[in-house]
Nanobody
Framework: VQLQASGGGLVQAGGSLRVSCAAS????????MGWFRQAPGKEREFVAA????????SYADSVKGRFIISRDNAKNTVDLQMNSLKPEDTAVYYC?????????????????WGQGTQVTVSS
């Protein structure tokens, strides 16, 4: 599967932004999907995950209650709606795909990665 992230940009603190990930291939609905982010000088960290049907989701504590992950298997897309954004949310956001239908938070769980999209939150 090939992944293409889009939708990043500059937003003020407290604002909202939606990033999307488009996947190629006819078997998208069999992949668990995740979003990660990497700020300058920091390790890439888990943000959110969703199982193949979209019926189960998982979030990092730092974004729980503010971010929502969703997917549309008919369109081969997975989105991350980000609300109440904070300057510490500034990072490059990556989507990732896993062959396993479980909610993984470890990077090694995902063999397929998109190129990333920059999200900058100004204070």
């Amino acid at each position: 599967v090939q992944l293409q992230a889009s939708g990043g940009g500059l937003v003020q603190a407290g604002g909202s932004l939606r990033v999307s990930c488009a996947a190629s291939g006819r078997t998208f609905s069999t992949y668990g999907m995740g979003w990660f982010r990497q700020a300058p000088g920091k390790e890439r960290e888990f943000v959110a995950a969703i199982n193949w049907s979209g019926g189960r989701t998982s979030y990092a504590d730092s974004v729980k209650g503010r971010f929502i992950i969703s997917r549309d298997n008919a369109k081969n897309t997975v989105d991350l709606q980000m609300n109440s954004l904070k300057p510490e949310d500034t990072a490059v956001y990556y989507c990732a795909a896993s062959n396993n239908n479980v909610l993984g938070s470890g990077r090694a769980f995902y063999p397929y990665w998109g190129q990333g999209t920059q999200v900058t939150v100004s204070s």
